[in-house]
Antibody, heavy 115, light 107 residues
């Protein structure tokens, strides 16, 4: 069964940076597009970003474009999300997701942007 | 962007009731739709994929139907552990988009 383990969340001040990681296992990571999805406290789910199998194509939600960068290291079976210029509204649980017919994701990592 | 309109936003139901939740897509998404259940403090759990395929281990009282722009999640006989929030997700194109969620509460 697919395993996705997010890490790197924490408390950061507005304007700060954070890098999230997602360690993938029990599937051939390099064969699948991957995404990040987030959920602000008490709110619904929001897709954030996606990356193609080789990393050659990336996609971003308008709300994070120019501030967040998605990347992957297929040799390490790891997905990343570099988050810069963080805002209070970026506070959320961040999930990494595998693009399947019905995407699957991990347990998430909490990012809190606050002074 | 494809808009997903989920209804109702909440409902109250009794144990044993049949419950139906609907998602409408603003354009054809084929069968690229999943249904997810979320309980407080937990990650969403996939129930249905490809619009109508039941995730392994999910009780058969859950079923999904539909294609193109109209989709339905049905719980045939509501059980105590089914009280949760349910979301649909279209993943045919980026940006993926979610329904607003349906909170199923005890009557």
């Amino acid at each position: 069964e697919v395993q996705l383990l997010e890490s790197g969340g924490g408390l950061v001040q507005p304007g700060g940076s954070l890098r999230l990681s997602c360690a993938a296992s029990r599937f051939t990571f390099s064969n699948y597009d991957m995404s990040w999805v987030r959920q602000a406290p008490g709110k619904g789910l929001e897709w954030v970003s996606a990356i193609s199998t080789s990393g050659g194509y990336t996609y971003y939600a308008d709300s994070v474009k120019g501030r967040f960068t998605i990347s992957r290291d297929n040799s390490k079976n790891t997905l990343y999300l570099q988050m810069n210029s963080l805002r209070a509204e970026d506070t959320a649980v961040y999930y990494c997701a595998i693009r399947l017919p019905g995407p699957l994701w991990g347990q998430g990592t909490l990012v809190t942007v606050s002074s | 962007d494809i808009q997903m309109t989920q209804s109702p936003s909440s409902l109250s139901a009794s144990i044993g009731d049949r419950v139906t939740i609907t998602c409408r897509a603003s354009q054809d998404i084929r069968n690229d739709l999943g249904w997810y259940q979320q309980k407080p403090g937990k990650a969403p759990k996939r129930l249905i994929y490809a619009a109508s395929s039941l995730q392994s281990g999910v009780p058969s009282r859950f079923s999904g139907s539909g294609s193109a722009t109209e989709f339905t999640l049905t719980i045939s006989s509501l059980q105590p552990e089914d009280f949760a929030t349910y979301y649909c997700l279209q993943h045919t194109t980026y940006p993926w988009t979610f329904g607003q969620g349906t909170k199923v509460e005890i009557k």
